[in-house]
T-cell receptor
Framework: EDQVTQSPEALRLQEGESSSLNCSYTVSGLRGLFWYRQDPGKGPEFLFT???AGEEKEKERLKATLTKKESFLHITAPKPEDSATYLCAVQGYNFNKFYFGSGTKLNVKP | NAGVTQTPKFRVLKTGQSMTLLCAQDMNHEYMYWYRQDPGMGLRLIHYSVGEGTTAKGEVPDGYNVSRLKKQNFLLGLESAAPSQTSVYFC????????????FGSGTQLSVL
């Protein structure tokens, strides 16, 4: 059964303190691993898609990496505006469906 | 572009009442989805559609029905609401290409008393 587990559930950082969020997955035939950002009261907003192990993508202070079992979202020198919940999702052999993790709630203090 | 629009944004129902949530997208997307989001459980798929006139069950379809009579609209119905259906509901859409990302609406907060 396709499954996604994210850790930690919540993370508090000081501004400028770099860290990583983890997304572990089990999927039959990975077609894509997606990272989304969700602000309170809003829908998830797309950040990255990773397709194969070894792939990396960057956007401003965020960098996503992928192995055969997990993905990391690295946050370098975060700012308070990076505070949000970060969701990970996988798309497997049945490409009609996406399986989401429960998210990591990031709080960056000034 | 409005993207994905959900109505209403908030709703309070009494147990046993019925209601319909509307999702509209203006991106000519083939695929549309309904998810519910509960604390600590992530987004769970209720129903989805791969094109006009088609629907399919997701992980948690019980107590919900859907219809996709027009390509741009995807309706989620609750025939007899239960407190367990208190949740935030999100609609999403994407193109028919395999690896395309989802575009989400802003959600509907539903409370069933």
């Amino acid at each position: 059964e396709d499954q996604v587990t994210q850790s930690p559930e919540a993370l508090r950082l000081q501004e400028g303190e770099s860290s990583s969020l983890n997304c572990s997955y089990t999927v039959s035939g990975l077609r894509g691993l997606f990272w989304y950002r969700q602000d309170p009261g809003k829908g998830p907003e797309f950040l990255f898609t990773l397709y194969s192990a070894g792939e990396e993508k960057e956007k401003e202070r965020l960098k996503a990496t992928l192995t055969k079992k997990e993905s990391f979202l690295h946050i370098t020198a975060p700012k308070p505006e990076d505070s949000a919940t970060y969701l990970c999702a996988v798309q497997g052999y049945n490409f009609n469906k996406f399986y989401f993790g429960s998210g990591t709630k990031l709080n960056v203090k000034p | 572009n409005a993207g994905v629009t959900q109505t209403p944004k908030f709703r309070v129902l009494k147990t046993g009442q019925s209601m319909t949530l509307l999702c509209a997208q203006d991106m000519n997307h083939e695929y549309m989805y309904w998810y519910r989001q509960d604390p600590g459980m992530g987004l769970r798929l209720i129903h989805y559609s791969v094109g006009e006139g088609t629907t399919a069950k997701g992980e948690v379809p019980d107590g919900y029905n859907v219809s996709r009579l027009k390509k741009q609209n995807f309706l989620l119905g609750l025939e007899s609401a239960a407190p367990s259906q208190t949740s935030v509901y999100f609609c999403a859409s994407r193109t028919g290409n395999t690896n395309e990302k989802l575009f989400f609406g802003s959600g509907t907060q539903l409370s069933v008393l």
